[in-house]
């Protein structure tokens, strides 16, 4: 990619993403994630009319007397983009790759916490931790957050959620709202059937990474799907490679029985994902490349804040 098609890129992406937020992402945003944090301020003897849920007892033991802690809300919040730049974000059926998509998403939520006056950080992955570009602000950051997105070129295929997580667990000093982009091929169990190979065995360590990050943090999984990862088109014979690893697995679209076998499958796969990710107790949107995406997220932010305070 040229210099100009470069700056095009950014520029195009840039421009979507400004439409977006002015339409719908920042009262969503505003609404969910502001104000959910609290920094402590100071510690005082209990007057009339406070809660007495504030009072610190261990204090009020050693002095005789009760006193409270007092909090002020945390205005200035940390987003973190986690995107998932393994050989399978390359893939797309449709106008865009999985990578591409995942830059539109986290450039929009980005924009949305930029207006915010939040600081983002972009941290790019496969099986290693590729790039980590620290929280900061300002225009400029954000133009670099989106080059990196949609053009580093990662030196390893595959993907390590874990080793990603846990990265996180230790560079984040104070809580933070993580977007976890992936789509999640590689992390979890396929079933086995009959003419389709089973994807790696399920880990146990990417739910507990997931657990633990979601305790510490903000966690929300974003699922990027590409619609031909459910569906076969009777198209002949084809040949499908497993972008990490090289497989190769040969079908006969033509018949309908593989094509059902297939979707039968992807579906089981879809379904023992969204089962695993909810024991994980971590809220997860599933995207499509193929579909817009801005309305589905406000509609997903709505719905998470109505069940919280719920």
């Given at each position: 990619m040229t210099i100009t098609e470069l700056l095009e890129s950014v520029r195009r992406v840039e421009v979507r993403t400004n439409r977006l937020v002015n339409d719908t992402m920042v009262g969503a945003y505003l609404s969910h994630f502001k104000g959910r944090g609290m920094d402590f301020e100071e510690l005082r003897e209990y007057m009339p009319g406070d809660d007495v849920r504030d009072i610190d007892w261990n204090v009020s033991n050693r002095m005789g007397r009760p006193f409270v802690k007092r909090f002020r809300e945390e205005r200035e919040?940390?987003?973190v983009l986690a995107v998932d730049v393994s050989a399978s974000s390359a893939f797309g059926?449709?106008?865009?790759?999985?990578?591409e998509f995942a830059a539109e998403i986290a450039g929009t939520l980005a924009l949305s916490a930029a207006r915010s006056s939040d600081k983002v950080a972009l941290l790019l992955f496969t099986d290693r931790v590729e790039l980590f570009?620290?929280?900061r602000k300002g225009r400029r950051h954000l133009l670099r957050l989106l080059r990196e997105?949609?053009?580093f070129a990662p030196r390893h295929r595959g993907t390590d959620i874990p080793?990603?997580?846990?990265?996180?667990?230790?560079?984040?000093?104070?809580?933070?709202?993580?977007f976890l982009l992936t789509d999640f091929l590689h992390s979890f169990e396929m079933p086995a059937?009959?003419?389709?190979?089973?994807?790696?065995?399920h880990r146990r360590d990417a739910l507990h990474d997931l657990g633990l990050t979601n305790a510490r943090h903000d966690l929300v999984c974003v699922h990027l799907h590409d619609p031909r990862e459910s569906t076969l088109p009777p198209a002949g014979l084809l040949t499908i490679e497993d972008a990490e690893t090289g497989?190769?697995?040969?079908?006969?679209?033509?018949?309908?029985g593989v094509r059902q076998e297939f979707a039968q499958t992807n579906a089981q796969r879809l379904a023992d994902l969204d089962r695993a990710l909810g024991h994980a107790g971590v809220d997860t949107l599933r995207l499509s490349t193929a579909e817009p995406f801005a309305q589905a997220l406000q509609r997903f932010f709505e719905l998470r804040r109505g069940r919280r305070r719920g």
């Open positions: 919040l940390t987003m059926s449709t106008e865009r790759t999985k990578r570009v620290p929280p997105m949609l053009v080793a990603a997580l846990t990265f996180l667990n230790h560079v984040l000093h104070r809580r933070a709202i993580v059937s009959d003419g389709f190979r089973a994807g790696r065995p497989e190769l697995l040969e079908l006969d679209s033509t018949r309908a």
